[in-house]
Each structure stands twice: as structure tokens, then as C-alpha cells.
């Protein structure tokens, strides 16, 4: 099984991402080179644990049941980035403007995950929506003079009151996602 811990995004800021994915695309409409996420399957990962033996899957989402429920909070889907640099581009990102609440959130999960055998992360967390991929790592220069042009753009902001473990299965036509286990805040 092929798990992850993430955030699901509401329906408005994932038609406004959307939109936003659309307008970039025609932009770009001549380089193959890059793929696109389809808006419904962006979420916000909170923590990649990748392919686990199903005997497992107790213990991980046991692990989680036993923290503490959260404190709900804000955030705001704003910016664009490239991984690793917009140069040599591997991915395109939305960025989010991130309260203490979330990097807080992200570091409890992985803590108590280690506790059952999962490896810490090695990366700071970095809370991004994966918008598209580069086949090869070139710089599009229509999508770069978009993003200059929109920088701050803010693509909506919702309010987190749960987050997911989920399975994913890889597939041609890209990954399908389906939730196993839900972890309320506090105030659900």
C-alpha cells in the first residue's frame, strides 16, 4: 500500500486552483514537456509515508488516533514556486501562507509516525499544492513571466478541521486516492 497524510481541499479553492491551472496551461500550450495534476487530486500532504505492507496500517493509524485532536486553523492558498529552482524545474506548486498551526501539525504527525517505525522526515516542511511536473527539467519562459506577473495571487483560504490518511494507487492516467482513516480538530 502506497500511504500519505494529507489535507483535503474544499471545492471553492480547488475550482479557483482550477481556473488558475486552465489559464497557465494555455499559456504553455506548446510544451509537452509539462503534465498537469488534475484539481481533483490535489490535497495538502502533511506527511509521505510511501509503500507499507498492509499488516502495518493498524499501528500507523493507531498512532495517529492517540494524538491529542488539533486545534483548528487558517490557511491561505498563495504564491508559486518551482522544485528544486524555476532553472531546473522538476515540479510547479501553489504555495500557502502557513499559520503555526500547520508546521505544528506536520511535526506532531511525524513524530508520532516515527514512534511506530515510520522514518522521520529528513526535509523541512514545506506545505505546497503540486500543480504540474516536468518531463525534463527546462524552464518554460511563458509560464515563468505568468507566475512573475501573479506572484502573490491568492487562490483562496479555508478553514482545517480535519485531515486524512489515505492509499494511493498509481495509474496511467495519473493517481486515485482513496480515504482510510479521518482525524477531526478539536471543534469536530
Known amino acids: 500500500m502506497r500511504l500519505f497524510i494529507a489535507i483535503e ?3 471553492d479553492v480547488r475550482a479557483a486552483i482550477a481556473r488558475e491551472q486552465t489559464r497557465l496551461r494555455a499559456l504553455c500550450a506548446g510544451n509537452s ?3 498537469w495534476t488534475a484539481p481533483d487530486s490535489l490535497h ?3 506527511k509521505f509515508i510511501g509503500e507499507t505492507p498492509p499488516e502495518r496500517m493498524p499501528a500507523l493509524a493507531g498512532a495517529l488516533q492517540a494524538l491529542e485532536p488539533f486545534a483548528p486553523f487558517e490557511v491561505a492558498v498563495r504564491g508559486f514556486g518551482f522544485f528544486p529552482d524555476a532553472r531546473h524545474p522538476h515540479v510547479f506548486w501553489a504555495g500557502f501562507e502557513v499559520p503555526p ?3 505544528h501539525l506536520a511535526c506532531t504527525i511525524d513524530a508520532a509516525l516515527a514512534s511506530a517505525g515510520t522514518p522521520r522526515e529528513t526535509r523541512a516542511f514545506t506545505p505546497h499544492l503540486t500543480l504540474a511536473r516536468f ?3 527546462r524552464a518554460d519562459p511563458a509560464l515563468l513571466r505568468a507566475i512573475e506577473n ?3 495571487a491568492s487562490l483562496g483560504s479555508f478553514r482545517v478541521e480535519e485531515y486524512f490518511l ?3 494507487h498509481l ?4 493517481a486515485q486516492h482513496r480515504k482510510v482513516a479521518r482525524f477531526p480538530s478539536r471543534d469536530k
Not at 495509474?171 to 495519473?174: E, F, Q, T
Request: charged share 15%; hydrophobic share 35%.
Open 9 to 11: 481541499l474544499p471545492e
Open 171 to 174: 495509474l496511467p492516467g495519473g
Open 166 to 168: 489515505f492509499e494511493s
Open 135 to 137: 518531463r525534463a527539467p
Open 44 to 46: 495538502l500532504t502533511l
Open 33 to 35: 514537456g509539462i503534465r
Open 150 to 152: 501573479s506572484a502573490n
Open 101 to 103: 498551526g500547520l508546521g
